[in-house]
T-cell receptor
């Protein structure tokens, strides 16, 4: 089942902050965040693992609430280069762990940063 | 370190034909996943391979198939192409499927 991202779109001025949310109806093993610019491939930003381990971009932070099955991506002091579509991808916990490797992506959040 | 490469970058095919797309993962990565991206459906998981074994498959018809070779390179095949198969096909590699995935530039397939 596809995770739900919100908001669908956000417009910022340089220097402003934004939060993008991602929620799931299934128990999560990990949450992955990617940014895709028009005509380019998605670029890895951050991964948050069950149990609290995080790894990713130094200027972007994120949280992972295992109980609520939610994750939020925090973009602070936005720059023009932050513009793009942000996707969360979820690895869910399923019987036997057979979902490992099957990333299910949200519909994306379009972020536009203006000067 | 070289990134994920995909060939060809662009393809135009006719309905009913078949197509094979290739993906070379980052050196040392054994997991390769394939995704279909369309404006209407977003990024959808096709399948994932690890050490030449398909471990996961998305909800796509049997016309979509793939394989992985001993050097971790992967190919994806679509037979009997339909207009709806027009999409950007992305592959992503990772050290292990549980960790971050790195995407290739994609193959843009147009079916006419």
């Amino acid at each position: 089942q596809q995770p739900v991202q919100s908001p669908q779109a956000v417009i910022l001025r340089e220097g402003e902050d934004a939060v993008i949310n991602c929620s799931s109806s299934k128990a999560l093993y990990s949450v992955h965040w990617y940014r895709q610019k028009h005509g380019e491939a998605p670029v890895f930003l951050m991964i948050l693992l069950k149990g609290g381990e995080q790894k990713g971009h130094e200027k972007i932070s994120a949280s992972f609430n295992e109980k609520k099955q939610q994750s939020s991506l925090y973009l602070t002091a936005s720059q023009l280069s932050y513009s793009g579509t942000y996707f969360c991808g979820l690895l869910t916990l399923e019987a036997g762990g057979t979902s490992y490797g099957k990333l299910t992506f949200g519909q994306g959040t379009i972020l536009t940063v203006h000067p | 370190k070289a990134g994920v490469t995909q060939t060809p970058r662009y393809l135009i095919k006719t309905r009913g034909q078949q197509v094979t797309l290739s993906c070379s993962p980052i050196s040392g990565h054994r997991s390769v996943s394939w995704y279909q991206q369309t404006p209407g459906q977003g990024l959808q998981f096709l399948f994932e391979y690890f050490s030449e074994t398909q471990r996961n498959k998305g909800n796509f018809p049997g016309r979509f198939s793939g394989r992985q070779f001993s050097n971790s390179r992967s190919e994806m095949n679509v037979s009997t192409l339909e207009l709806g198969d027009s999409a950007l096909y992305l592959c992503a590699s990772s050290f292990s499927a549980r960790y971050e995935q790195y995407f290739g530039p994609g193959t843009r397939l147009t079916v006419t």
